[in-house]
């Protein structure tokens, strides 16, 4: 998928928000587009003022959402059977898949909230929730509370890097490894701090 990233990158520019939910849709649904490369042009964007910065993550929430809940139905309708028969025509690595179904049968739902995080297992983790057939709402309340923050600070990393944001996109697994442990320390905090307030 490297050689389409010139058409995305124009498409996004072009289109600005629907292009970015639009692209996150299928980021979600398992097409390897790399959402650092969405979210991040997207904070570029802004950064030079083409994009408002809270429509533009509005726009890869709604996308991000989108894709996934598409996603989980099509785990859920169809069950593992149909994916492994299938899902070579979509971009479905089964080896994606795989690690996507240990995290869940580790984790279960809790997963569905920190793989939002992760490399790869963030594209896959809707289908072996689907699979599982977990309530929609409690996959609904997972996903946004694990694509909230992920779409927030790649976007503000993009703006702050500016003409430099591809640097995320150099670093590759490594990046996304560390900003998910800067997310996950920061969730931590406010929580341990919410304790102490209600003592």
């Known amino acids: 998928m490297e050689q389409y990233s010139t058409l995305f990158l124009e498409f996004i520019a072009t289109w600005g928000y629907l292009a970015i939910a639009l692209l996150m849709a ?5 097409i390897p587009i790399p959402s650092e ?5 997207a904070g570029y964007l802004v950064s030079i003022g083409q994009i408002n910065f809270a429509e533009a993550v509005v726009a890869g929430i ?8 598409v996603t989980f139905y099509i785990g859920y309708w169809g069950g593992r059977p ?46 072996p929730a689907g699979f599982a057939g977990i309530d929609i709402k409690k996959f609904i ?14 976007i503000y990393i993009g703006k702050a890097l500016g003409n430099n944001w591809q640097q995320m996109l150099a670093i590759g697994h490594e990046f996304s490894i560390a900003i998910s ?5 920061a969730i931590l905090y ?7 307030n209600q003592k």
């Open 26 to 30: 299928l980021e979600n649904a398992c």
């Open 37 to 41: 490369l969405i979210l991040g042009f």
């Open 62 to 69: 709604i996308g991000g959402m989108l894709g996934s809940i």
């Open 82 to 127: 149909f994916i492994n028969k299938y899902g070579k025509y979509f971009f479905m690595k089964k080896s994606h898949i795989d690690t996507a179904q240990r995290w869940f049968d580790k984790y279960g739902v809790k997963a569905v909230f920190f793989s939002r995080m992760l490399p790869v297992v963030r594209t896959f983790i809707s289908l």
């Open 141 to 154: 309340i997972f996903t946004f509370a694990g694509t909230l923050p992920w779409t927030v600070l790649i």
């Open 181 to 185: 442990a800067i997310i996950v320390l």
């Open 190 to 196: 406010l929580y341990l701090r919410h304790r102490k």
